[in-house]
DNA sequence: AAAAGCAACAACCGCCAGGGG
DNA sequence: CCCCCTGGCGGTTGTTGCTTT
């Protein structure tokens, strides 16, 4: 007996997201919030699977999702926390705002898989390489190559453990900088976006999270002067546009802000009060 | 210029855990 | 306690674009 697939995936769609689906699922999601999965493409009118659905919000349309190749610093990170935690991306990714495990489970078979064993190291246990030898062992007496005496092996195995050494993240750099991937929240869509209503107040996630807050209550204003977006939001928001999906349609963008359907000339505004503020409620519900 | 090979990454698949009935 | 449903996770595949021959 097989098991039930997650749903009757007869006349469902296939394959790579187009930006109408993108569209629908989007505007769905704004309008409606996250429930309950398998209910999403009946309701937003999508020939896809709820799961695929999910998929494509979490891992691309999220509006918090963090888009381009890792910097150097989270591949570091990246490298480290997967020396403890090994392959729970989900984890790892929780670690590293914005960043999704499937896309950090992708750089890793990619990219830093590569660079490890280019380095000399094994990237499943983050330990040295045994050395290239002319007869591979059979595969049940291959454990026991780093029992093998060989000093030759020995002096190599010493510098590629220099590499690792000098490879591996080391916790207490960020504990210089007043920052420790431990002290890392998790953060929730609502811890990050920002309330409309400006007599609210935002208090600040948790003590840990930032020393230079003192006061208790911000207004959005303040927020974005803290974080130092509001002198550039113009520059911010372009570059979020050309590293977002908006950059490829920015039809779904215009659905979205101006609800527009006709004009054929667009005019899209630059200026920061001209865009609505995206705003998430507690039950993770978008509003505009 | 065309074909082959390769790299990157989006998306799919199957399994598992947790929660509710 | 068992069963079912759902969401989440990790492994794998498919597609696309780029580079090399």
């Given amino acids: ?31 409606n919030g996250q429930c309950c999965w398998r209910a999403v493409p009946k309701l937003a009118g999508l020939l896809r699977c709820g799961k695929s659905c999910r998929l494509r919000w979490t891992n691309y349309l999220r509006p918090d999702v963090k888009r381009g190749l890792l910097s150097e610093y989270e591949e570091k990170m990246v490298i480290d926390l997967h020396a403890q935690l090994g392959n729970r991306w989900s984890k790892i990714a929780s670690h590293l705002p914005g960043r999704t495990d499937n896309e950090i489970k992708n750089h890793w078979n990619t990219h830093i ?9 094994d990237p499943l246990t983050h330990k040295p390489l045994p050395p290239p030898t002319v007869e591979q062992p059979p595969p049940e007496e291959s454990n026991k190559v780093e029992q093998v005496i060989n000093p030759a092996a020995e002096s190599a195995t010493d510098e590629v453990n220099e590499i690792v050494d000098s490879f591996k993240f080391d916790p207490m750099e960020l504990v210089n900088n007043d920052f420790c991937i431990d002290e890392i929240p998790v953060m929730e869509p609502h811890e990050i976006l920002l309330s409309c209503d400006d007599s609210s107040s935002l208090t600040p996630s948790s003590s840990s999270s930032s020393s230079s807050s003192s006061s208790s209550s911000y207004s959005p204003k303040q927020v974005l002067d803290e974080l130092h977006f509001s002198p550039n939001f113009d520059d911010y928001y372009s ?11 920015f039809s779904c963008l215009d659905l979205l802000i101006n609800d527009c359907e006709s004009e054929g000339k667009r ?16 039950d993770y519900s978008w509003n505009f």
Avoid at 1 to 29: H, S, Y
Avoid at 239 to 249: A, K
């Fill in 1 to 31: 007996m097989g098991r039930q697939p997650c749903c009757d995936k007869v006349g469902l769609k296939k394959g790579p997201w187009t930006a109408e689906e993108d569209r629908k699922l989007i505007n769905f999601i704004i309008t």
């Fill in 113 to 121: 898989k590569k660079k490890l064993r280019k380095m000399g190291i």
């Fill in 239 to 249: 570059e979020m546009m050309m590293n977002s999906i908006w950059s490829d349609d």
């Fill in 267 to 282: 005019d899209y505004v630059t200026s920061v009060e001209h865009y609505p503020i995206m705003v998430m409620d507690e």
